[in-house]
């Protein structure tokens, strides 16, 4: 069981152990992701794993989850589009999938499964081919 899922009943803020104090900047995205750091991962929405996953937060405790998401339908949709979540994965640093290269291999291996479909949906592999 990948670590992700072990901690599914928990926030980012007890997972990472990093209480943020209230934002000073007024944002609804700020806001947004302040909010979501509280919130059980099991909660958490299409849109909610899009919005964190396009930030850069909590990777090491999203990814997993993502990952399974996409497993189970490769172009879900946040409220962008069809596809917008997977387009946020493949937007992730490079150095997350250095360190993680369990993920990075998991995540080719649905890449390759897709293949067909994410050149027909015209969705950009360049990020996920520099890793």
Same mark, same amino acid.
């Given at each position: 069981?990948?670590?992700? /899922?072990?901690? =599914?009943?928990?926030?980012?803020?007890?997972?990472? #152990?990093?209480?943020?104090?209230?934002?000073?900047?007024?944002?609804?995205?700020?806001?947004?992701?302040?909010?979501?750091?509280?919130?059980?991962?099991?909660?958490?929405?299409?849109?909610?794993?899009?919005?964190?996953?396009?930030?850069?937060?909590?990777? =090491?405790?999203?990814?997993?989850?993502?990952?399974?998401?996409?497993?189970?339908?490769?172009?879900?949709?946040?409220?962008?589009?069809? #596809?917008?979540?997977?387009?946020?994965?493949?937007?992730?640093?490079?150095?997350?999938?250095?360190?993680?290269?369990? /993920?990075?291999?998991?995540?080719?291996?649905?890449?390759?499964?897709?293949?067909?479909?994410?050149?027909?949906? #015209?969705?950009?592999? =360049?990020?996920?081919?520099?890793?």
């Amino acid at each position: 069981m990948s670590q992700g /899922l072990n901690n =599914k009943n928990s926030s980012l803020e007890v997972l990472e #152990g990093d209480y943020w104090a209230v934002p000073d900047f007024n944002s609804h995205l700020v806001k947004k992701c302040h909010e979501l750091r509280k919130v059980p991962l099991s909660e958490f929405s299409i849109e909610d794993f899009r919005l964190m996953i396009s930030q850069q937060t909590g990777l =090491k405790f999203l990814v997993p989850l993502v990952l399974d998401i996409l497993s189970g339908d490769f172009f879900a949709e946040g409220d962008f589009y069809e #596809g917008d979540l997977l387009v946020a994965v493949l937007k992730i640093d490079l150095n997350f999938w250095i360190l993680n290269n369990d /993920l990075k291999e998991k995540l080719a291996v649905l890449i390759a499964t897709n293949k067909s479909e994410i050149i027909e949906r #015209g969705i950009d592999l =360049k990020n996920f081919s520099e890793i």
